[in-house]
């Protein structure tokens, strides 16, 4: 969880001063799960304010609470993570408002474990006393915050990469992700229809971690999603978000040229609440074309751990992470592969760039069946 943590030495001393005046009211926290609750808010608050001067960090005040109280580290990381956030954006209010600013910019994390919603909220901004705008924490475990704005027509400059922890030129988030990888690829192929045949041909494909039942699961799985892209969706693509222990899974069915996970609470929640390594993407490719460049970009999300495509035709490619798995390493590779092109994916250039990407991928602790 060490990417989750924030940087708050740039805060200024009023910033602390509203924060202490922010005191945590506990409704929000469940009843079931925290037996002494009085305690945990009073450590809680004391952590949140240690956390914004600098003298620990977020992934520590978690860790501290989830042994002080006994909780899953799951459930700690969550509370300690939401709740600065709720102090944070009160805070930042209570600012804004002292000092006569009246609209402030939303600002997520430039990460890839950033939710959908917030994604599309980052760089908007908002008259603070309206109403109507979105409440920040949004959700649980959100990691966004306010940034007030002191004059109209005002933009930041700079901002942090956490995939990097560059600083970079200021992009709001979709075109920071538009620039590492959810490019949409036009060079899927034309459609061929799924058959029988193409159905039962489907072979067991070896997963790293993976016992023979737990393969012979996953090409079911397979099989399962041609049956339901043939008969439900026109041999159109469909892509299953499934937990690695099968315990759980999200289908969604899409077009001819992709599908958008986005539009499925089911999948978006299964993402955002997974941990690293335990979720596998399985999608159909109609044309029959290799993995593009977005399922690249999704294969390097740490929740991922393997995301395949059954071609219409029955045929499986695999990209698995191994436990060297060198995501800093292929990360840079990408951005240098693609700046050779030009530096933005085109229809034009997405399968020299895709290309050349999986031809160097294994040396960066990945698998790749083909
Ligand atoms: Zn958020
Ligand atoms: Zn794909």
Redesign the pocket.
């Known amino acids: 969880m060490a990417d989750i943590d924030l940087d708050f030495s740039i805060l200024k001393p009023e910033y602390i001063d509203a924060a202490v005046n922010n005191k945590l009211d506990g409704q929000t926290f469940s009843n079931r799960i925290w037996q002494n609750k009085a305690n945990m808010i009073d450590k809680l608050q004391g952590s949140i304010l240690d956390a914004m001067q600098g003298n620990t960090t977020i992934d520590k005040v978690g860790k501290d609470i989830q042994q002080t109280f006994n909780v899953s580290a799951y459930e700690s990381q969550r509370l300690a993570t939401t709740e600065l956030t709720r102090v944070q954006a009160q805070a930042s209010q209570d600012i804004a408002t002292n000092t006569g600013l009246t609209k402030h910019m939303w600002s997520a994390t430039l990460d890839t474990h950033t939710c959908e919603e917030c994604a599309e909220l980052d760089g908007k901004i908002f008259d603070i006393d309206d109403d109507s705008s979105p409440e920040m924490p949004l959700h649980p475990l959100d990691r966004c915050c306010w940034i007030n704005v002191p004059f109209d027509g005002w933009q930041p400059s700079v901002r942090k990469d956490n995939m990097t922890k560059d600083i970079i030129d200021y992009q709001d988030y979709n075109n920071w992700l538009s620039d590492i990888g959810d490019v949409e690829s036009k060079n899927h192929g034309s459609k061929i229809d799924i058959t029988d045949i193409a159905i039962d041909k489907v072979p067991i494909v070896d997963i790293i971690g993976f016992d023979d039942n737990q393969n012979k699961l996953l090409q079911q799985k397979h099989q399962k999603l041609l049956k339901i892209a043939q008969g439900d969706n026109d041999s159109n693509?469909v892509l299953n978000v499934l937990t690695t222990d099968f315990y759980n899974e999200a289908m969604t069915l899409g077009s001819q040229n992709?599908v958008d996970p986005g539009g499925n609470p089911q999948a978006v929640a299964l993402m955002r609440t997974a941990t690293e390594n335990s979720v596998g993407w399985i999608?159909n490719?109609p044309g029959g074309s290799t993995?593009?460049y977005?399922?690249i970009g999704q294969f390097l999300k740490p929740q991922l751990k393997f995301i395949t495509?059954v071609t219409n035709q029955g045929k499986v490619f695999v990209l698995d992470k191994k436990d060297s798995f060198n995501f800093a390493g292929i990360y840079a590779k990408i951005k240098e592969i693609k700046n050779k092109y030009g530096g933005t994916v085109t229809n034009e250039n997405h399968d020299l760039i895709v290309n050349d990407i999986l031809k160097m991928i294994t040396k960066y602790g990945v698998k790749y069946i083909k």
Do not use: K, N
């Open positions: 693509e992709g999608h490719h993995f593009s977005t399922d495509i």
